[in-house]
């Protein structure tokens, strides 16, 4: 799991975020696969390929769940930065041998509409253009409800943990079934 604050339990015990909710449910359900959550409060697309490819030689997963982008976009990075570290991170975890599923993500449009969009777009043309297992909107459940949310308004609480597995597992099932 390579993601941002939204995958390291952000404002909770870690134990209590959805990644680790995802061991426990893979362990449940026979699955023998051991989640490795590389997932850091405030990355960005830029410092999670940095620390990408050590991450890749470390643990040498067979699958790669890359939730990232959220910090880009508030911070009001180029999106086309973030598109070229989105497509170099799903790179260099294809060559490393790791299925990738994508998560998407959305912004509010606080640097305008066309901003908003050309974001949420990045992560449908990199899912399409490389064939990637993707989830659209990993928030799509939680974000609109406020009793699911931390009191910032960005963070989703322990009780949208559940809801985020369940956004990420139908997406994921397949592709624990490959070799």
């Known amino acids: 799991m390579l993601g941002d604050s939204l995958s390291a339990a952000y404002g909770m015990r870690l134990d209590q975020?959805?990644?680790?909710?995802?061991q426990k449910r893979l362990r449940s359900q026979g699955y023998g696969h051991r989640v490795v959550n590389a997932s850091s409060s405030g990355e960005t697309t830029g410092g999670a390929l940095a620390r990408l490819p050590r991450a890749l030689q470390?643990?040498?997963?067979?699958?790669v769940v890359v939730e990232l982008g959220g910090n880009d976009g508030l911070r009001g990075l180029p999106v086309t930065d973030i598109a070229r570290n989105l497509d170099s991170i799903v790179e260099h975890a294809q060559q490393a041998?790791?299925?990738v599923l994508l998560l998407g993500m959305r912004i509010p449009p606080n640097y305008g509409a066309a901003y908003a969009r050309d974001f949420e777009r990045v992560f449908a043309d990199i899912a399409r253009?490389?064939?990637?297992a993707?989830?659209?909107f990993l928030l799509a459940d939680v974000a609109l409800d406020d009793t699911?949310?931390?009191?910032?308004?960005i963070h989703p609480n322990v009780r949208a943990q559940p809801k985020?597995?369940?956004?990420?597992?139908?997406?994921l099932v397949p592709l624990l079934a490959q070799p």
């Open 148 to 153: 699911l949310m931390q009191d910032d308004g």
């Open 164 to 171: 985020l597995l369940d956004a990420v597992w139908p997406k």
């Open 134 to 136: 993707y989830v659209p």
């Open 129 to 132: 253009q490389r064939r990637l």
């Open 97 to 99: 041998g790791a299925r």
């Open 58 to 63: 470390l643990h040498r997963p067979g699958i």
């Open 17 to 22: 975020g959805w990644v680790a909710l995802l």
